[in-house]
């Protein structure tokens, strides 16, 4: 089984992708191995030179990333998927492969600190510049856009706002100057939300985050159709940096719970945002599942669910911030999200410490902000940690 498009959403999650060896193993494999014996020299040569299909070296392919390639592949509803080391080698390859000099890219302002960073700094170094945009109001995009604009970037729900665009009229924009739109799914995953139903051209992931799930391996993924997927791989098999057979393999038994896990992620963020709105030490709060997020019509179009990820603005600034992050003792500090254990984290001073004072201010990113990635805990204990440092509801 595999391509069958007849299988819904949760079958492909258990089962899409899995080729059995000569032993018939039941559990997928683990090819643990960085390249492939050839039965002959001319075999060898006809592989390097594509004429017939097979693995020669783990840099380009490997059975078990194949295997993660091809399952995340059904699950987004993609033609095709490429795995890369980490999520921002994702994006890299992404911008590489289909970038050159003299390209432009419309990038959201409140996207994660190192998605700005490689826009706005590295990618500058080679003749690629970048407009970032405040909010997510699309028309402040379509003036941003040029004639010469290649690629639109946005994450939706963004890191660490929860600030939601509207892809469908995101991606006619794009397509109206040749542009694609790239999504960055990480908050979401498909189990919430399939950004090329909406008309997105690439969806990018932070395999480290959800997919994966208990905080263990780092990777990342870019999803689309052949054409661009291609000129990934082209860019993946010259420049290396390639997903680990051993990370592709924990990672597709994380996609086999992905969406019990997002569903019960969901529903402890969505607890604990109530529990915290009215909170007389918060002076707002972030969560697209919530009435009073100002896209949360829009986020229930294009999201089955609000996603793991509450972020607050505590009332006196980053001292009282951090009064909460310190006063935890279940919740871990670390900068990391998408694991079945909460964290809690302070994105002014870790995940967007190193944008400029003026980029923060203009994401939003205040000293007072504090974001959980809500994991599967029992909620009264997350609150219960949340409420020592914060006082009282
Ligand atoms: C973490 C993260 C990334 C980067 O992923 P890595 O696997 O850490 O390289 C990209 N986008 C978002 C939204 C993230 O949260």
Redesign the pocket.
Same mark, same amino acid.
């Given at each position: 089984m595999n391509e069958d498009p007849r299988y819904q959403f949760d079958t492909l999650a258990i089962r899409a992708g899995q080729e059995r060896s000569q032993y018939g193993e039941h559990s997928e494999a683990l090819y643990l191995t960085s390249s492939f014996v050839f039965p002959s020299a001319a075999q060898a040569a006809a592989l390097f030179a594509g004429e017939v299909e097979g693995y020669t070296y783990s840099r380009f392919t490997n059975p078990t990333v194949t295997l993660f390639q091809d399952r995340l592949a059904a699950l987004e509803g993609a033609e095709a998927c490429i795995a890369t080391a980490?999520? %921002?080698?994702?994006?890299l390859a992404t911008a590489l492969a289909l970038l050159q000099s003299g390209d432009h890219v419309v990038a959201a302002r409140g996207?994660?600190g190192?998605?700005q960073a490689l826009f706005g700094t590295l990618l500058p170094k080679f003749g690629v510049t970048t407009t970032f945009v405040p909010g997510c109001d699309p028309e402040s995009f379509r003036k941003a856009i040029q004639p010469h604009t290649k690629l639109v970037f946005i994450?939706t729900p963004?890191?660490p706002l929860t600030e939601v665009h509207d892809m469908a009229a995101l991606a006619d924009m794009a397509h109206a100057v040749g542009a694609l739109l790239v999504v960055?799914n990480?908050?979401c995953t498909p189990a919430l939300q399939r950004p090329l139903e909406f008309g997105a051209d690439l969806v990018?992931h932070?395999?480290?985050?959800h997919l994966d799930g208990q905080g263990r391996v %780092?990777?990342?993924a870019v999803c689309g159709a052949k054409a661009p997927i291609e000129e990934v791989f082209k860019f993946m098999r010259t420049a290396g940096p390639s997903l680990s057979p051993f990370n592709a393999w924990v990672l597709v038994k994380g996609l086999e719970t992905l969406k019990l896990r997002m569903q019960a992620h969901s529903a402890n963020a969505l607890e604990l945002a109530r529990r915290l709105e009215s909170h007389p030490a918060i002076e707002r709060i972030f969560y697209p599942g919530l009435p009073s997020h100002p896209q949360h019509a829009l986020a229930q179009r294009q999201q089955s669910a609000g996603g793991a990820i509450v972020s607050f603005e505590v009332k006196g600034g980053r001292a009282a911030a951090w009064r909460v992050v310190d006063n935890c003792k279940l919740l871990s500090i670390t900068s990391?999200?998408?694991d079945v254990k909460t964290t809690i984290t302070h994105p002014g001073t870790t995940?967007h410490g190193r944008v400029t004072p003026e980029a923060r201010a203009e994401a939003g990113i205040t000293e007072g902000l504090v974001r959980i990635a809500v994991g599967l805990e029992a909620i009264d204990d997350i609150e219960a940690d949340l409420l020592r440092g914060l006082g009282p509801r």
């Open positions: 980490s999520g %921002m080698s994702a994006i996207i994660f190192a998605s994450e963004s890191n960055d990480c908050f990018i932070s395999a480290t985050k %780092m990777g990342g990391n999200l998408g995940t």
